[in-house]
C-alpha cells in the first residue's frame, strides 16, 4: 500500500462511494431514468438522452496511452483545475491542513485552498535574472522543506513546471529531491499544463520511483481542447482511487469524451506535434520582436505558449495590444511581477499586429 495515503482525509478514505447505474452493453436501459428519445440536434455517437460512462473507461484508456502510464493511474476531471480541487479536497481537513504553493504562480491553487478552508503557505520563487545562474525564476527547494518541516500538516506542495506566469521550466533535480524528502509526509503535485512546449520529459517518466508524486496534463493548451474541459490527474493507482471517490457521478460529459477521443486519435498526433512546433518557432520570433521594443525592458525566457514581459510602462504595453484588438494578461498584482504583462502566442497574424501596436504607441506618462 502506498504509504502516503494516510495523509488524505479520515472521512474519504472511509467514505461508501456513490454507486452508478451499471451499464451491461447487452440490454437496452430502462434503470436510470433517462428520456428514451434524442433531443433535436443530438448529433453524438452515444445519445446526450443516456448518461455517460462512468468511469469514461474509453476517455482513461486514451489518457493513460497518451501519457504512457497505466489506467489505474490516471483521473479525467473538467479541467485539470478539476484535479487541483479534488486534490485539495480529498487531502486537506479544513481549518487543519496547509497547501505550499511558490508564487508567482498559478491563481486556482490558492481559490481552491480558500474553498475548501486549508491554508496557503508561499514559499516565492527566486527570480534570477541572470543571478546565481537563474534566468527567469527558480524553485527554492530548500525554503519549501523547511516550510513543510515546519508545518506537520501540510498536505500538498503545488510546483508549476513550466510555471504560469513565469514561463520556464523549474530545476527537475530540485522537485524530485522534495519529492523523494517528502515520502510520507506530503504529496508533491507537478502542474505540467505546458509541458507539450518544453523539450522536456514530463515526470510520468519518473512516478514509479516516487509514490507521492502527482502531475497535472490537460488537453487545453497543447491540443487544442481549452472548450472540452479535460484535464488528467496521474499518479500512483492508491492516490487516484482516493481522489475518485470524490469527483461527482458521470463527471465527463459525453460530448467531452467524444471531441477528445476524436481529437486525441493516433492519426492526429502528427498535426498536433507540427502545431506545436509552429508555436514554439513563434514564440522565439515573437520574444526577440519583444526585445526591441522600448516599452519593453526584460523579456522571460519560455518554456510555454506564453512570453512574461516586464515592461517599462504596463499601461501603454496593455493600451497599445487593446488599440491593435488585442487583449494580453496583466499580471502586475503577482508577488515579484511589478510591471509585468503575460502575453499568449498567437498565429503570426496576431503576434505581428501585436509587435506592431507596441512599437507604435506613446509612453502612458506611468513609465515605472
Ligand atoms: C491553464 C492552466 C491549468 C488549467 O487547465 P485546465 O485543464 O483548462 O483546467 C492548470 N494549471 C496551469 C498552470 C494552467 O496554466
Redesign the pocket.
Known amino acids: 500500500m502506498n504509504p502516503n495515503l494516510k495523509l488524505a482525509r479520515p472521512e474519504i478514505l472511509t467514505l461508501q462511494p456513490y454507486v452508478y447505474a451499471a451499464w451491461d452493453h447487452r440490454y437496452e436501459r430502462m434503470h436510470a431514468n433517462e428520456n428514451p428519445w434524442r433531443a433535436t440536434g443530438d448529433n453524438s455517437t452515444l445519445g446526450l438522452n443516456v448518461y455517460p460512462e462512468s468511469p469514461a473507461e474509453a476517455l482513461h484508456a486514451r489518457l493513460a496511452e497518451l501519457y504512457g502510464v497505466d489506467i489505474k493511474q490516471v483521473l479525467a476531471g473538467?479541467?485539470?483545475?478539476?484535479g487541483?480541487d479534488l486534490l485539495i479536497r480529498s487531502f486537506c481537513r479544513a481549518g487543519n491542513d496547509s497547501v505550499v504553493i511558490s508564487p508567482p504562480?498559478?491563481g486556482?491553487y490558492r481559490v481552491a485552498a480558500e474553498v475548501q478552508g486549508a491554508s496557503v503557505i508561499e514559499v516565492p520563487l527566486i527570480r534570477g535574472d541572470g543571478i546565481r545562474s537563474v534566468n527567469g525564476f527558480a524553485l527554492d527547494a530548500e525554503k519549501v522543506l523547511a516550510a513543510c518541516n515546519n508545518n506537520a500538516n501540510v498536505k500538498l506542495v503545488f510546483l508549476?513546471s513550466p510555471?504560469?506566469p513565469p514561463g520556464t521550466a523549474l530545476d527537475a533535480e530540485a522537485m524530485l529531491s522534495l519529492c523523494k524528502q517528502l515520502n510520507g509526509r506530503a504529496l508533491v503535485v507537478v502542474?505540467e499544463?505546458?509541458i507539450e512546449f518544453t523539450g522536456r520529459p514530463s515526470f510520468t517518466t519518473v512516478l514509479a520511483q516516487h509514490p507521492n508524486l502527482v502531475i497535472?496534463r490537460?488537453?487545453?493548451?497543447a491540443y487544442a481542447l481549452?472548450g472540452a474541459?479535460?484535464?488528467t490527474t496521474i499518479a500512483d493507482a492508491d492516490i487516484i482511487s482516493v481522489i475518485a471517490r470524490v469527483i461527482p457521478p458521470y463527471a465527463i460529459p459525453t460530448s467531452t469524451v467524444e471531441s477528445v477521443l476524436a481529437a486525441t486519435a493516433p492519426e492526429q498526433r502528427p498535426r498536433i506535434q507540427q502545431q506545436i512546433q509552429t508555436l514554439i518557432a513563434e514564440r522565439g520570433k515573437l520574444s526577440e520582436q519583444l526585445k526591441q521594443c522600448k516599452l519593453i525592458r526584460h523579456v522571460f525566457p519560455s518554456d510555454a505558449n506564453f512570453i512574461l514581459v516586464e515592461c517599462v510602462d504596463a499601461d501603454a504595453v496593455f493600451n497599445a495590444a487593446k488599440s491593435v484588438g488585442l487583449v494580453v494578461r496583466d499580471q502586475r498584482k503577482q508577488p515579484q511581477c511589478g510591471n509585468c504583462l503575460r502575453i499568449t502566442v498567437g498565429t503570426p497574424e496576431q503576434n505581428a499586429r501585436l509587435v506592431k501596436g507596441i512599437l507604435d504607441a506613446k509612453q502612458s506618462g506611468n513609465a515605472a
Open positions: 473538467r479541467g485539470s483545475d478539476e487541483i504562480t498559478f486556482f508549476c510555471g504560469n502542474d499544463a505546458y497535472l490537460t488537453l487545453s493548451k481549452a474541459r479535460c484535464g
